[in-house]
């Protein structure tokens, strides 16, 4: 599988379909960022057909619970899979990110003892994650993701590293927090981008002891790098100021009256 000189994914597993509303190019030097989503529908190819229609949104690619891809958007051409979104001091993420969906049914509800999808969809309980989203603080019923899907998701992601330079890999849930939960738990969110980008994260410039501004509504502040550490404190307010005093995956530890950790996301360094 290689990306070809018209920003095409060209391998046996890979289905083009048109997606011609989308025409906008990015600027140069992006894209730079990779966004992870679940689909919330029945199966990749009803997923693809959905986003290449007539409907505003629509994303670069969808992996199929088999390992199949459908390309959907160019790789240097806009696609529309963020929505309102922000991270890092940026807002509207599209404009500097490629878009990938996997086929995965997201949140669950168990009916006897099976488990049910908002489209009407069953799972079986070897299909089923039982596990707290990192947004949230209660427990629910997830559909796992398939070997295949992370597998090639990966191989994806390291060509668009090689071809584009991505320096960051992101799930929807943390651009756009309040309205978004994907890819969910099921999903290896942080391992995945820790073998992608360790070796790339040496080179991003050290943040350690600069100030740093809040930008997030409610910003919980924990006892560790990590949704599975306890808050410490009342959530920082938009716009608190903080010192930033260390960094890891993503997460950030900031003191204000208190030290702890905060998700980088939701920081605008000064």
Not at 55 to 78: C, N, P, W
Not at 126 to 143: F, G, P
Not at 194 to 209: A, I, K, V, Y
Request: a negative charge.
């Amino acid at each position: 599988m290689q990306i070809d000189h018209q920003h095409h994914l060209a391998g046996n597993q890979v289905i083009q379909k048109d997606c011609p509303k989308n025409k906008i190019k990015f600027e140069s030097g992006l894209p730079d960022t990779i966004v992870i989503h679940f689909t919330a529908g029945r199966s990749a190819e009803s997923s693809a057909n959905y986003l290449s229609s007539d409907v505003k949104a629509s994303a670069h690619l969808v992996i199929g619970r088999a390992g199949e891809i459908y390309q959907l958007v160019a790789f240097d051409t806009i696609a529309w899979h963020a929505g309102e979104s922000q991270y890092g001091g940026r807002t509207g993420l599209n404009k500097y990110s490629i878009g990938i969906e996997l086929d995965n049914a997201g949140e669950l509800k168990r009916v006897g003892t099976e488990y049910q999808a908002w489209f009407g969809g069953r799972y079986q309980p070897t299909d089923v994650l039982y596990a707290r989203h990192r947004n949230e603080t209660m427990r629910s019923y997830w559909q796992t993701y398939t070997q295949e899907q992370i597998d090639m998701c990966e191989q994806v992601c390291q060509l668009l590293i090689e071809k584009y330079g991505i320096k960051t890999i992101l799930g929807h849930e943390e651009i756009a927090p309040t309205r978004k939960r994907d890819p969910g738990p099921a999903f290896p969110l942080d391992k995945f981008r820790q073998n992608l980008l360790s070796q790339n994260r040496t080179d991003e410039p050290d943040e350690t002891g600069k100030e740093a501004v809040v930008t997030g509504d409610l910003l919980n502040i924990r006892a560790g790098a990590g949704v599975d550490f306890p808050t410490i404190a009342p959530p920082l307010a938009v716009g608190t100021p903080v010192k930033v005093l260390e960094e890891k995956e993503g997460w950030v530890k900031v003191e204000t009256k208190i030290s702890g950790w905060v998700s980088k996301a939701f920081l605008k360094y000064e």
